[in-house]
């Protein structure tokens, strides 16, 4: 079987790279928004093609890209299982699965034999080192696989947990390829150019000691003051975050003038924060925010709504800050009081990717004028504004001034005096790192593309699939997705029997799984679902 997969230079460059790499593992940086998903999903492919005896694991973040992994994987013909447990036997049917870190730390001893000379993606790897026991879970479950291939969307370094399969230099993680943030902008088409708006104020508050503060983000604090002073501004009973959230609004409605389904992000402190900021953009701006948080159970299908939606705002903490794809985000408010570099360009990288037909798509996200992230926005600023005007000099730009503000206004700041969270005094407009408003910024719609053709053998052969099919190729939807439904579909059957046979759910699935010769549902096969669904249908009929 014939496949032709559409790559940018740097996604050819780097499968170049890591098929002629001869160690199991590898180490690919790629800054959010360039396209690290199709990379490594083409490289599993084409090594699939190799050894069709391979499985496929991924191992991502949260729960929410386990399920945006492998919809991904879908599109590829690969059939990963997104809901597969530590208790449930290894998927027949199935390429492979998606599990998380915590998932792999609580009990790493399942994968041991399926992952044995499996092909692995880790995805975001640098989560691995948040906590021992992550990293411990990682390296005992994929010890033996036969290819590691490792994702991240920006350098790391060691910190007190090292990460399996990655090599360091001076606690610096060694990337075998990195494709970064301005190559990107360099490229055209990839990624947008992001400014950062930096919101300056003046706070007061009571230290846990009693003490009563007062402070500008000018003035120069040690680092708790410091943590002390932004949960000040960032108090939803104040007037600083509602300030910014009123201009952050603004500034998307002019957007959504040419780009309609435009979005905005808010990125909060805890759920609690997530929920005040929501009402705060309902009682400003009569905008019903999506609040995504991880103690809801529909977060993740919130999150897939509103990417295909075209709601104006959604408020997460962490669940929309790494790795989520929503295109469609152009305005972010950075409202949270995490100030690594790690997670500031993680959370950056949701405005940056390019989409659509517009051909200027400047996006913005909107922070505290907090020393910590001043210096983190000024250095991908410095990076933005280097690649524009790099572009400009090879002849690939109309000219753009880079050092005034916009006529218009775009980018103008205003000074705000929070006191306490209760007062609001107005001050003198401040500086900006966003220097540049390069609306004359012409760029290449689909930047440099590349048609790699690859010789594909027919994917591995599945147990377990669909009665009367040919094979994977001939469903419409994705396995997983069918699955999903046919589970779905067998629960109503069994609530429907309880009601009509007075018999216990247990007792009914017990019965239903004999007759199909299942031991559990999750261990079911696509097949197995079938013949199970046809088997409850059968005893409605004689009830």
Known sequence: MRRSLRLRRWQKDALDRFEGHPATDFLAVATPGAGKTTFALTAALRDLARHPHRRVVVVAPTQHLKHQWSAAAADFGLHLEPLWGSGDAFPRDMHGVVV???????????????????????????????????????????????????????????????????????????????????????DGGVVRPVFFPAINGHMEWTTPDGAAMSATFDDHLDRTLSSQRLRTALAPTGEWLPSVLDQAHEQLVRLRETHPDAGGLVIAMDVDHARAIGRLLHQRHRVEAVVATSDDPLASERIGEFADGTDPWIVAVRMVSEGVDVPRLRVGVYATNTVTELFFRQAVGRLVRWSGPQRRQKAFMFVPDDVRLRTFAAQLAEQRAHSLKRREED????????????????DQLSLFQAISATVLEPGDPTSVFDDAHPEDLIVDLQGEMLHLEIELAPPPPLAGGPAGAAGVGTLTVSRTQRKRELRKANSDRVRMLTHLTGLSPEVVNSRLNADARIGSIGEATLRDLEQRLALADRWIDRV
């Open 100 to 186: 998380t870190y915590q998932q792999v730390a609580g009990d790493p001893r399942p994968l041991r034999g399926p992952s044995d000379d499996a092909f692995v993606i880790l995805d975001e790897v640098h989560h691995a080192g948040e906590e021992r026991a992550w990293g411990d879970g990682v390296a005992r479950a994929f010890e033996l696989a036969a290819r590691r291939l490792s994702l991240s969307g920006t350098p790391f370094r060691s910190d007190q947990n090292p990460i399996p399969f990655v090599t360091y230099d001076l606690d610096e993680a060694v990337a075998h390829y990195t494709y970064g943030y301005g190559e990107a902008l360099r």
């Open 395 to 410: 002849g690939e730009q109309l000219p753009v001034e880079l050092d005034a503000l916009p006529p218009d206004g775009d």
